[in-house]
């Protein structure tokens, strides 16, 4: 297969954008978010962004140095949280992940700058956190990049290997199957839990290259933020049922999984007569 990461626009045919996500393991889709949605993100992030502690520079360091991150978007960004409901994310990940549950939830939100200097992060697999599964594994996670800002091969673009979703846990990549992501900001890059990727190296920019991951997985798995305690359980009541069901606050899954007595949150305001 040739390191190409296939691309499309966010009105194509939903079944059409998936056949590429599948095959290459990665999609690129342009006009996602408008000028406005770019801009009001990065504005209610900033100050959190501005005190983020920069990632010290050790060579065997998962995330690289000169790299800042910072967590909990659906508490910190409301635009992010309409963005984390797109109808491309739901159709890309109702087609990648319900054929293994009855209902999918957000899994990991981040902001992530990498600023000049930073080094390429070592490549890995979303799906590493579920090792019981021997590779290739089944569908397990769908993940997301949206840009920020411009990505480009030398400003840190997100480097990934295309088709190594369907590899076994022996096949490492060669230079020449590594690809990094090119994309204007309001772009979003999908990839798959089982693609290869990593943060790519911001060698010749002078700029932070900034992207915030957002990340889907099974409604029957651990989710790896803890969305519960990432938003406070008040802004969690005002939301619309919809975005509460995807931060993971129902409990409608087969065999009742993550049950809860409603009555807890939401108290009746008197108590029913006991019956004689
Ligand atoms: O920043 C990127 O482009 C990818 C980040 C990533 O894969 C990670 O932080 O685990």
Not at 90 to 118: F, I, M, Y
Not at 171 to 195: F, I
Request: contains cysteine.
């Amino acid at each position: 297969m040739s390191s190409t990461i296939p691309a499309c626009s966010a009105n194509d045919d939903p079944d059409a954008m998936y056949t590429k996500l599948d095959g290459a393991g990665c999609l690129v889709v342009e006009d996602m978010a408008s000028p406005g949605q770019v801009t009001a993100v990065r504005a209610e992030l900033a100050d959190r962004m501005a005190t983020a502690k920069v990632a010290d520079d050790k060579p065997d360091a998962f995330y690289p140095g000169i790299t800042r991150r910072v967590v909990a978007l659906m508490h910190r960004s409301p635009t992010m949280r309409d963005l984390m409901m797109h109808p491309v994310t739901e159709q890309l990940a109702d087609r990648h992940l319900l054929p293994n549950c009855s209902k999918w939830t957000l899994n990991v939100t981040a902001a992530l700058e990498v600023g000049p200097g930073a080094r390429d992060q070592v490549l890995h697999r979303e799906e590493d956190l579920y090792p019981y599964f021997p590779l290739p594994r089944p569908n397990l996670i769908l993940a997301s990049m949206w840009a920020m800002s411009d990505f480009t091969a030398d400003n840190g673009g997100t480097q990934l290997v295309p088709g190594s979703h369907r590899w076994d846990a022996d096949r490492k990549a060669a230079p020449d199957e590594v690809v990094r992501a090119e994309m204007p900001a309001g772009s979003v890059l999908y990839w798959l839990g089982g693609t290869l990727h990593g943060a790519g190296a911001n060698s010749t920019s002078g700029d932070w290259r900034y992207g915030i991951v957002l990340t889907y997985n099974l409604g029957w798995l651990r989710q790896e933020e803890n969305q519960h305690v990432s938003i406070p359980l008040a802004d969690v009541l005002a939301l619309p049922d919809a975005v509460r069901g995807r931060l993971g606050f129902d409990m409608d899954y087969e065999n009742a999984l993550g049950f809860y007595d409603r009555s807890v949150l939401a108290p009746r305001t008197t108590e029913r007569k006991a019956s004689t």
